[in-house]
């Protein structure tokens, strides 16, 4: 972010106090914050007893061994239990649990947590008979059906971590991602609709599998969801390894009795992308985990018994895992699932699935609030949008001009917004306003959740005074922290951990989140984003380095160098620099195929990783700006990315370099 935009962002001097009837019933009121200062670990035993727990824990955190925490040392709990079973038996058997709209407009389905116990139980039943043991992980590429939802349960109830890929992703990245943590079954659908049509999964699971296969990892077993029942093609079936879920889970028997599992059993690998070409697998175990994320969908949202949520996140993304999977539903919510895309069949789509299911508190990204306000006001104005009485915002920095236009126009100046700060490493939401007690200022995520301490410091771990800015980091444990990167022990300390090791001030290290923040005069934080080589793309994680790894495995690249520049709709895009191999620089001299060389690597961006990750804009150009060392410097490209003067160039090893590139660039060498 540019020191311009940062000294905008400090003089919003708006603010937006509680609404009085909200404070005044809030779940949440401000001695909350004292109380968990005071031992915050009898605060988080508070907390977990709001779950139902099979065997109580002895120790609530055991920090003997840092960065490896346990949290509810001997206890044992069933996640899925707690999510439905709970429920039916405590007589909400009846409530609704998902209100799902499919994209086709009219395909809707209710589910009841009744219905849903009925789902996981078939479904854990199932999985049991291919096979599936307690620790064996399971792939999940599913669209946001309900089934999606039920895979992950009922791999929770049999103690198989599950590991959910976005159904955006390639085949690659979903093989990759089911090599590393070689996974025994993947569960899928033919497809789901996107956009007005129905479009494939069990294709790219088909490669993947194979892919795997190749790399020496054997999938066992696919099982198939059929949701458009589009055609598979001649070679799209495999007996052997295909199975479908009608044939499956829907005869499969609804009696199943969940296993208590040790509160530390891993419950889920999410994989993140890092700032090397491997994604990492982030584990989460099962007792602390779900209640950081049971607790902060309740205190946050402000819960109440018959509140209708949504969360627009999809569940490939940490956001659907702790805010529509584990913490609603621990919570016996009701919730809409939403299968589609923002604009199908009409822009307004959102706005009328608020209108017929009288959403009241909705979650979703800065990124598509852009969008709308792009769109006008006109549209969410066709829709009584009264309802609503919470909004949530997270993924990326809301900009203050779309936070107030998300408080106006959808919520009618009623509603608290609350944009919550968090990673698929925390695993629950950690910097947040709560809507009854903390005043809300366009842009800020305001303080760290009761139970939570975070530190804005500088370079030498000092805490930096108010006004100022430095690296966000975490000083204390906290439940739904991740436990290791998936086979990786050390990368996880060097990650997280190194950067501030314990020393003679700092019993234990502090957890270094990647974010760059500040205080204001009032001490609220201000998220300013990533301060190492990870992009963020419509709140979506991106590693600079995976894409420049994807666009040198293309034989006419040599080298590559990519760079988040800043975008009005998405937040950063990514832009691309390219060095040709020499064969490839005369074919791309020939008039018109320059073009097609651009376009090609666009495709093979895609193709590695997902359309998520791919370029705004490639420059071929014919040098890198590197320090003597060889190391990129990224800084100068982002300056030509975001077409400002390329800055200080004195530590380039060849200070000419700059010149080339920016009138490569303004000869249009561009995409
Ligand atoms: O840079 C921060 C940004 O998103 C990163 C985490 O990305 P991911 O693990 O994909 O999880 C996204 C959903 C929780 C953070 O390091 N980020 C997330 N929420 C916010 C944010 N930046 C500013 N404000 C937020 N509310």
Redesign the pocket.
């Known amino acids: 972010m540019s020191d311009q935009t940062l000294s905008n962002l400090l003089k919003e001097d708006r603010r937006f106090e509680p609404p009085a009837d909200l404070a005044a019933a809030a779940n949440v009121q401000e001695e909350a914050y004292a109380r968990a200062d005071a031992d915050p670990e009898a605060f988080w035993a508070e907390q977990a007893e709001r779950l139902s727990w099979d065997t109580p824990w002895s120790q609530v955190l055991d920090w003997s061994d840092p960065p490896f925490a346990k949290w509810f040392v001997d206890g044992k709990i069933n996640a899925a239990y707690n999510c439905v079973d709970r429920h039916v038996e405590e007589g909400r058997g009846d409530k609704v649990a998902i209100h799902f709209v499919g994209e086709p407009e009219g395909d809707t389905r209710d589910l009841t947590y009744s219905e849903l116990k009925d789902l996981v139980s078939q479904a854990a039943n199932t999985l049991a008979d291919l096979g599936v043991e307690a620790g064996d992980r399971v792939a999940i590429y599913m669209p946001m059906i309900p089934e999606a939802i039920v895979a992950m349960l009922a791999c929770a109830r049999i103690g198989a971590p599950h590991m959910v890929v976005f159904g955006g992703f390639s085949s690659d990245a979903l093989a990759s991602r089911i090599e590393d943590c070689q996974a025994k079954v993947v569960i899928t659908s033919d497809g789901g609709y996107r956009r007005g049509a129905a479009s494939g999964l069990k294709p790219a699971v088909d490669e993947a599998v194979a892919k795997a296969a190749e790399a020496g990892h054997q999938v066992e077993k696919v099982l198939v969801v059929k949701r458009t029942g589009q055609d598979l093609g001649p070679d799209g079936w495999n007996d052997d390894l295909d199975v479908w879920w009608h044939d499956s889970v829907e005869k499969a028997s609804t009696e199943h009795t969940p296993e208590a599992f040790d509160a530390e059993h891993p419950l889920f690998i999410m994989y ?1 992308s890092g700032t090397t070409g491997k994604p990492k697998g982030i584990l989460h175990t099962t007792g602390g985990y779900l209640t950081g994320a049971a607790y902060t969908h309740w205190a946050i949202f402000d819960l109440k018994p018959d509140d209708v949520y949504w969360c627009t996140a999809d569940i490939g ?3 659907g895992h702790s805010y529509i999977t584990y913490g609603p539903l621990a919570n016996g919510v009701t919730q809409v699932l939403y299968e589609g895309t923002p604009d199908s069949p009409e822009r307004g789509r959102w706005w009328k699935i608020i209108e017929d299911n009288k959403v009241t508190i909705f979650y979703t990204a800065p990124t598509a609030i852009r969008s709308f306000m792009k769109q006008g006001r006109e549209i969410p104005d066709q829709r009584d949008l009264s309802s609503l009485r919470l909004l949530g ?6 900009n203050p001009e779309a936070y107030v236009w998300y408080r106006h126009v959808i919520g009618g100046d009623r509603t608290p917004v609350v ?6 490493e925390t695993g629950m939401i950690l910097i947040s306003p709560l809507p009854g007690v903390t005043p809300g200022k366009p842009g800020s ?1 305001m303080i760290p959740l009761p139970g939570i301490a975070a530190d804005v410091v500088n370079e030498e771990g000092e805490s930096v005074p108010d006004g100022s800015g430095g690296y966000l980091v975490l000083t204390q444990p906290w439940p739904a922290m991740l436990r290791t990167i998936w086979g990786d022990d050390e990368r996880f300390k060097d990650t997280y951990w190194s950067r501030f090791p314990a020393n003679a001030e700092r019993p234990t290290p502090w957890y270094f ?3 760059g923040a500040k205080k204001d005069d009032d001490g609220d934080l201000w ?1 300013l ?2 301060v190492d080589d990870v992009m ?1 793309v419509s ?3 991106l590693s600079t380095t995976e894409i420049e790894s994807a666009l040198v495995s293309h034989p006419k690249v040599a080298e590559a160098a990519v760079v988040g520049a800043k975008d009005e709709d998405t937040g950063q895009a990514v832009v691309a620099f390219v060095i040709l191999r020499d064969e490839a620089i005369a074919e791309a001299d020939e008039p018109g195929e320059g073009e097609d060389v651009v376009k090609e690597l666009r495709q093979h961006v895609r193709t590695q990783i997902g359309p998520i990750a791919t370029p705004r804009q490639i420059m071929v150009v014919p040098e890198l700006p590197k320090t003597r060392s060889g190391k990129i410097m990224r800084r100068l490209l982002r300056d030509v990315a975001e077409h400002r003067e390329v800055g200080d160039v004195t530590t380039l090893a060849d200070s000419s370099v700059m010149d080339l590139i920016s009138a490569g660039v303004s000869s249009g060498k561009e995409d």
């Open positions: 993140t993304w940490i956001t915002s997270v993924g990326e920095p809301i944009d919550t700060w968090w990673q698929t995520a989140a990647g974010d998220i984003g990533r963020n709140g979506h994680r």
